[in-house]
């Protein structure tokens, strides 16, 4: 397994998309981040060398369906254009882009996966072990940046809006997350359901000592106080989330 190797193919593929779309340059940024994270993440949990060059091969292929869902559809919403994931897959596996980036194919069905469930509410329950691991570790790697992209990337870019102060949080989305903690994804209707979907990555974290990372990063505190909005049934609403995950995360950490 040549990363390194991989990570040129990568540049050479990349360019096929324009680098002045916001869209395409936030997600270029986001798979190299997720990469290192997921390297990062593997090493924490004292997995062999082999593992870590396939978890960081495989953020590195994570989110390549999104590329052509920008460049189609010009949104980061699957359920407005296509499943990124799956579409990745197909570009990978079906067009034969995977010999691009890993020689051998043992490994196949674990990237496979790994990317599939890596943007679904939940794993799927007929992995092994050994691809639920990478799974795992693909979703907080991923979570872990979304999260920091919040906190300082373009807001028109990352949530679609210029005006996320004028937008209200939807019934489901807000009571959802209050009382289940967690979220149904069909029922995202604003700009400011999207940025709750970010509050509720935490309570979706396999391994706690990612979301001691997040929280040392304080990136739910700056994600906060980054927004605000005009009314006040929506700003009272945003400050019991943020309250509530706070709560969690000192549960999860303590």
Do not use: W
């Not at 270029?28 to 924490?44: C, F, G, N, T």
């Not at 990478?134 to 807001?155: C, F, N, P, Q, W």
Request: proline share 1%; glycine share 2%; charged share 30%.
């Amino acid at each position: 397994m040549d990363n390194n190797k991989a990570k040129l193919f990568l540049t050479k593929y990349l360019k096929n998309y324009n680098p002045e779309d916001a869209q395409i340059r936030l997600k270029i940024s986001h798979i190299y981040r997720v990469a290192e994270l997921s390297k990062r993440l593997a090493i924490m949990l004292n997995l062999s060398e082999e593992d870590i060059l396939l978890a960081e091969l495989i953020g590195l292929l994570h989110d390549i369906g999104r590329f052509e869902q920008i460049k189609n559809y010009h949104t980061f919403l699957d359920k407005e254009s296509i499943d990124h994931a799956e579409y990745g897959n197909k570009i990978l596996f079906e067009d034969d882009l995977i010999q691009n980036f890993i020689t051998e194919d043992k490994y196949d069905e674990i990237i496979k996966k790994a990317i599939s469930n890596h943007n679904k509410p939940c794993i799927s329950n007929d992995l092994t072990d050994y691809e639920r691991l990478h799974a795992m570790i693909i979703r907080d790697a991923d979570k872990t940046d979304i999260l920091y992209l919040s906190t300082v990337g373009d807001e028109k870019t990352i949530f679609e809006n210029s005006n996320l102060c004028k937008e209200t949080i939807t019934d489901e989305i807000y009571y959802d997350l209050i009382q289940r903690e967690k979220i149904n994804y069909n029922n995202i209707h604003s700009a400011a359901d999207i940025l709750l979907c970010h509050f509720a990555y935490i309570y979706d974290y396999n391994f706690s000592t990612m979301l001691k990372f997040v929280d040392s990063k304080g990136y739910i505190d700056k994600m906060y106080n980054r927004f605000s909005f005009e009314d006040d049934i929506t700003e009272e609403r945003y400050k019991n989330i943020y309250l509530h995950t706070k709560t969690y995360i000192k549960k999860k950490t303590g």
